[in-house]
C-alpha cells in the first residue's frame, strides 16, 4: 500500500459527501469522489469522479472496487446509511481488504438496527435507554401500548414521506392502513439536537459534537449552533453502546424543558451538517481517516467550541459537457 492515502468517497452528491470531500482535500488527501447522479456537486470538489450503481445494484461492491482499482484507491468512506448496510455485509466487507481497500465500519447488527425502526426500538428500549415507547402490528394494539399523543411512521425509510402526527386515536386509526409497515410512538416535545459522534472500536466515545438545528431545509439544518450540556456526552456514549456501535455517527433527540434527554434515531454516518462540528474545532473526519488507516484517535483533536454558529449559503460549480442535440424546432405560426 502507497504511503499517499487515496480515498474513495460514496455518496459525494449529498450534503456530508460534500463535506467529506471538501474536508479530505484540505487535509491533503487524494480523493475519487463518487455518485450515482453524475451532477453531484461532490464530484465536481475532488481529484476526480465517477459514477457508480446504486447500493441496490447486486454489483455495487464490485463496481466500488473496480473503481478503486482504476484509481490506485487505498481507503473508503461511505456517507450513505442505505448503502452501508450493503458494504457491512459479511459477502462484502472483506472483499475490500483483500483488494487494499482500508474501510472502518459500524458493525452489521448496529447498522441494521439504525435502518429498522422496529429493531431500533426493541434494542434501544430493552436497554433501559431514554427513548419514546414504539409499537408496531394490529393499530389497536398498538394503541393500548403506547400513549399519546402520537407518531406513525414507516418501519423502514427516513424523510418526511407517510409521517402522521395527531392527538386523535381515531386518526391513527385512519392512516394506519396507508402507511408502508407503520409504527406508533409517543411524540416527544421539547428542543430537536444532533450530536455528531465519533466511537472508537472499543465502543468508547472519543469525541463529539452536540448541535441545536435552528433551521432547516429538507431535513438539512441550514443554520445551526453547537451547545454544551453536562452529561450529554455520557449519555450519548452508552446510547450507542447499547447498539454496539462504532465509528461515525450522528444522533438525534429532543431535549425538554426539565432537561430531560430523548433519543430519537441513529444515523450510522456522518451528518448532513457535519460541516458545523468541523468549524467548531473538532477534527471527526480527520481522526477517522486516521483509524481507517490503523492510527489510533487523537481525542484532544476532537475539542470543539460552544456556541458555533454556522449559517450556510449556495455555491455554484461549473465544468462544460457536449451540447445536447436537438432535431430542428417547428416554427409557431400565430393561428393555425
Keep these: ?64 472496487i473496480e473503481t478503486a482499482g482504476r484509481h490506485d484507491v487505498n481507503g473508503l468512506i461511505s456517507t450513505m446509511t442505505e448503502g452501508m448496510s450493503v458494504l457491512t455485509a459479511p459477502e462484502s466487507e472483506p472483499r475490500f481488504g483483500e483488494h487494499g481497500i482500508a474501510t472502518w465500519f459500524p458493525p452489521k447488527a448496529a447498522v441494521d438496527a439504525c435502518l429498522d425502526k422496529a429493531r431500533f426500538a426493541e434494542v434501544t428500549e430493552g436497554a433501559g435507554q431514554p427513548v419514546p415507547r414504539s409499537a408496531w402490528g394490529p393499530v389497536e394494539d398498538a394503541l393500548a401500548r403506547v400513549p399519546g399523543p402520537w407518531i406513525v411512521k414507516p418501519r423502514f425509510g427516513r424523510g418526511s414521506r407517510d409521517i402522521y402526527s395527531t392527538d386523535d386515536a381515531d386518526v391513527v386509526r385512519e392512516v394506519w392502513p396507508r402507511v408502508p409497515e407503520p409504527i406508533l410512538q409517543t411524540r416527544i416535545s421539547g428542543r430537536e439536537f444532533t450530536f455528531d459522534a465519533l466511537v472508537d472500536r472499543d465502543g468508547s466515545l472519543a469525541g463529539g459534537v452536540p448541535r441545536f438545528r435552528v433551521e432547516t431545509k429538507s431535513g438539512i439544518s441550514t443554520t445551526g449552533v453547537t451547545f454544551a450540556a453536562p452529561g450529554i456526552h455520557e449519555a450519548v456514549e452508552s446510547f450507542l453502546g447499547c447498539l454496539g456501535h462504532t465509528g461515525p455517527a450522528n444522533v438525534q433527540g429532543f431535549i425538554g424543558d426539565g432537561g430531560e434527554l430523548t433519543f430519537m434515531e441513529v444515523n450510522p454516518r456522518f451528518s448532513g451538517a457535519l460541516a458545523l462540528s468541523l468549524g467548531s474545532g473538532a477534527d471527526l473526519v480527520g481522526q477517522y481517516v486516521n483509524a481507517v488507516y490503523g492510527q489510533p484517535i487523537d481525542r484532544a483533536a476532537l475539542t470543539y467550541e460552544p456556541g458555533t454558529v454556522m449559517t450556510r449559503y449556495w455555491a455554484e460549480s461549473f465544468t462544460h459537457e457536449d451540447p445536447l442535440e436537438l432535431p430542428p424546432l417547428v416554427p409557431y405560426v400565430p393561428g393555425v
Design 1 to 64: 500500500m502507497t504511503d499517499e492515502r487515496r480515498i474513495l468517497v460514496t455518496g459525494a452528491g449529498g450534503p456530508a459527501g460534500v463535506t467529506v470531500v471538501r474536508t479530505l482535500r484540505q487535509l491533503g488527501v487524494w480523493v475519487l469522489a463518487t455518485d450515482v447522479n453524475r451532477y453531484g456537486a461532490g464530484l465536481q470538489l475532488a481529484d476526480d469522479a465517477e459514477t457508480v450503481p446504486p447500493y441496490t445494484d447486486p454489483d455495487y461492491v464490485t463496481a466500488l
